[in-house]
């Protein structure tokens, strides 16, 4: 599906997301709390399939921080970019580990570099940092470490 | 937190596997609930090789965290280098030079079959074979030595840069990958014999981890793992890059979907590389080896992915640019990430002593998956 039917099928699913072209894919932006009504819908809609998401991330802009889902259809090789904007202090958003499977290690992933709060999580604990980890997520922008970071 | 070990309230005995263990090969903790001999939960436990390389890449240029990325999945070292250098390569819209793009394939192919053999001899190792793990090392040992008389480097090549490669190839690279092709080609029939053929080997692997389909997309397997299932999912045929679309080769799929079938896979798999690099070797475009770019780059405002096929599966590389020399952020899609995610899922319920054929036949490398 190209990227203009795909933005037709997608605006008839939620009427206030907007768009954006220039990369590689189309891009969707979509409020926190719309996201996991799409992500559903996107995954069970029979035009778009969208059953691969085959990277989740979060990007720390200073003001704020942007959710980044990459999905793919592997039925109908077409792909699309959602992204939702969170709360830079307060960052929370509805976790997509039941839509797909793949999202539940890379939420706690984003949970302990970026310090999103994932709602509905199964099993939002620390994967990567040791246990008893606490303060600043080391993805953000604003972490120092002036023992192991070296600035060149 | 959780209970480092003893017994559940059900009764159920709490085992650690590693982080120093034989069979993990690299520092992985799985904590293990066992009811009995059954496996009833696996839960693994990341971080001990973590060096934070998304953190160091956004104080790097983008000719430096190039070098970075060989230290992730370090066996298929050259395929990490490859992605970051087309990811920069589309941000700045360079065109590659026939020649530089037949090198980089040729070494990739390499890269994947030294990468398959040192899981086979590893993963044969592990279930209790000894002797393939001889043979795998000599062949490896082989392309180890190509790579270094080209890149200079055995392990973590570094040979790729934005618009080409390092430098020209060395003048008995074609002549050695020739007679390396030509002896190899039989060895693989002759593993055939040692393992694929093996009673006792099919046996332990028969029907040990089955992952369904299904489970194989929701779960984001890639690479071997997920074409044992019979997904469809090699980006050199879907996405292909340089120049793999115009190339002959298949993409091998499996449908037991058990340990067998992904072993059945990657075996096959060195089999192609062999007929990429038949077609390849023989007549390497003349002209440059690297396009011409500045010195200092910068990549415009944006963002930029590209994805690629490493040993173990889909690497992506996810560059956020601001219009600096740095990036601003950048994201490793790792294989090894999303593959061990569903080792849990296909462990519940097999024995502990599977496990073992369970891991090995993901492929695990724990620098890849910790980044």
Same mark, same amino acid.
């Given at each position: ?152 | ?143 180890? !030595? +190509?790579? @270094?008389?080209?890149?200079? %480097? ?7 840069? #934005?618009? /080409? ?117 023989? !007549? +390497?475009? @003349?002209?440059?080896?690297? %396009? ?7 990549? #415009?405002? /944006? ?69």
């Amino acid at each position: 599906m190209q990227n203009d039917e795909l933005q037709a099928n997608v605006s008839q699913l939620l009427t206030t997301a907007t768009f954006e072209e220039g990369g590689d894919w189309l891009t969707v932006n979509v409020g926190a709390d719309e996201l996991l009504p799409l992500a559903s819908q996107l995954r069970d809609d029979q035009a778009l399939t969208f059953n691969y998401l085959f990277c989740l991330t979060c990007i720390d802009w200073k003001t704020h921080l942007t959710m980044v889902y990459h999905l793919t259809s592997t039925q109908y090789r077409h792909s699309l970019v959602l992204k939702v904007k969170l709360d830079r202090d307060r960052p929370a958003v509805e976790s997509l580990a039941f839509v797909w499977r793949t999202a539940e290690f890379h939420e706690r992933e984003v949970y302990e570099l970026f310090g999103v709060d994932f709602i509905h999580h199964p099993d939002l604990r620390l994967l990567i940092l040791p246990d008893g980890w606490e303060g600043k997520n080391p993805l953000r922008k604003d972490f120092e470490d002036p023992i192991n970071m070296i600035r060149l | 937190m959780f209970e480092e070990q003893g017994i559940t309230p059900e009764g159920d005995l709490i085992v650690n596997v590693g982080p120093q263990h034989p069979a993990t090969h690299g520092v992985l903790h799985l904590v293990i609930t066992l009811s009995g001999e059954t496996i009833k939960k696996v839960e693994p436990h990341l971080g001990y090789i973590h060096r934070s390389i998304e953190k160091m890449c956004e104080s790097l240029t983008y000719r430096q965290f190039i070098y970075v990325t060989s230290r992730m999945d370090y066996l298929s070292a050259h395929i990490n280098n490859h992605a970051c250098a087309l990811c920069v390569e589309k941000g700045l819209q360079v065109e590659v030079p026939p020649r530089a793009q037949v090198i980089r394939v040729l070494l990739d192919e390499l890269t994947r079959i030294a990468s398959h053999e040192l899981w086979w001899g590893a993963m044969a190792m592990d279930i209790g074979a000894f002797t393939p793990f001889f043979h795998a090392f000599r062949e490896r040992e082989t392309i180890n !030595d +190509i790579m @270094e008389e080209t890149c200079g %480097a055995r392990l973590t090549m570094n040979y790729m840069v #934005p618009g /080409g490669v390092m430098q020209d190839l060395h003048p008995n690279f074609q002549a050695r990958v020739k007679s390396f092709i030509q002896q190899y080609k039989h060895k693989i029939s002759e593993y055939a014999e040692l393992l694929t053929g093996n009673i006792i080997f099919k046996n332990r692997m028969k029907n040990v981890g089955v992952l369904s389909v299904e489970d194989a997309i929701s779960y984001g397997c890639t690479g071997p793992t997920a074409r044992g299932s019979g997904v469809s999912c090699d980006i050199r045929k879907l996405y292909p890059y340089e120049v793999y679309g115009k190339l002959d080769f298949e993409e091998i799929l499996e449908t037991g979907g058990d340990s067998l079938a992904r072993y059945m896979v990657r075996i096959r798999e060195m089999q192609q590389s062999i007929r990429v690099i038949e077609q390849l070797v023989d !007549d +390497i475009p @003349e002209g440059d080896f690297q %396009a011409k770019t500045k010195a200092v780059l910068k990549l #415009p405002k /944006g963002e930029f992915y590209q994805r690629v096929e490493t040993a173990r599966g889909e690497l992506g590389v996810y560059i956020v640019s601001e219009g600096g020399t740095t990036p601003y952020r950048i994201k490793f899609r790792s294989p090894g990430f999303s593959n061990l995610s569903v080792l849990d899922k296909i462990a519940r319920g097999g024995k502990l002593g599977d496990l073992v054929a369970m891991m090995g036949t993901l492929d695990l490398v724990i620098p890849d998956i910790d980044r």
